[in-house]
């Protein structure tokens, strides 16, 4: 995995963001850093997330976001969990979101809207829908296993998804919400 595509600053995305896990995460995502960006730990530098599009249009005109609510008007709302964890074989650990289809299929009408931002720069054109919890160099097989423990005493908050996040990076390398598009709309 290159990564080029993250190496740039500035980036836009469109995201799940589910604050409601950032107590529960915080164990993992507090230690985490980003090979990228090593000066901030994953909790300052993002809230806790599913993406959906990275990276997105670089400057969002209101035709973007009018594309975006089009689209994600067909989707509905409903309920989010986050039951099990895993790797990528780079060792990044994630809790997998669900329902994983209902997931993967918003994410793909995302795409489908924009054919010109191919999801991590190109480089994963059919990601796994997750959340990070430690990155690939805090990550494997012990944070997963810790990961699996936890949930296993304690569910994570089931959330209810009811719209997408517009986000874009600050020149400090912190992610900040700037727009948001309601599901069923």
Known sequence: MSDDWAARRGLTAILITVPELAAYTHRWRSVSR?????????????????????????????????RL?????????????????????????????????????????VYEVFPECPPYGGEFLDPHPHLTIASSTEG?????????????????????????GLWREGADSVWRQFGAVPLGA
């Open 34 to 66: 980003s090979r990228l960006r090593p000066q901030v730990a994953l909790t300052e530098l993002i809230p806790p997330h599913v993406s959906v599009l990275v990276p997105w249009v670089a400057e969002p005109a209101d035709a973007d976001v009018e």
């Open 140 to 164: 494997g097989p012990t944070v997963v296993a810790e990961a699996q423990a936890a949930l296993a005493e304690v569910a994570a908050p089931v959330v209810r998804l009811t719209e997408v």
């Open 69 to 109: 609510t089009a689209a994600l008007a067909k989707v509905e709302p409903f309920e989010l969990s986050f039951p099990t964890a895993g790797q990528f074989p780079n060792g990044t650990a994630w809790l997998r979101p669900e329902p994983f289809d209902t997931v993967r299929s918003l994410v793909q009408t």
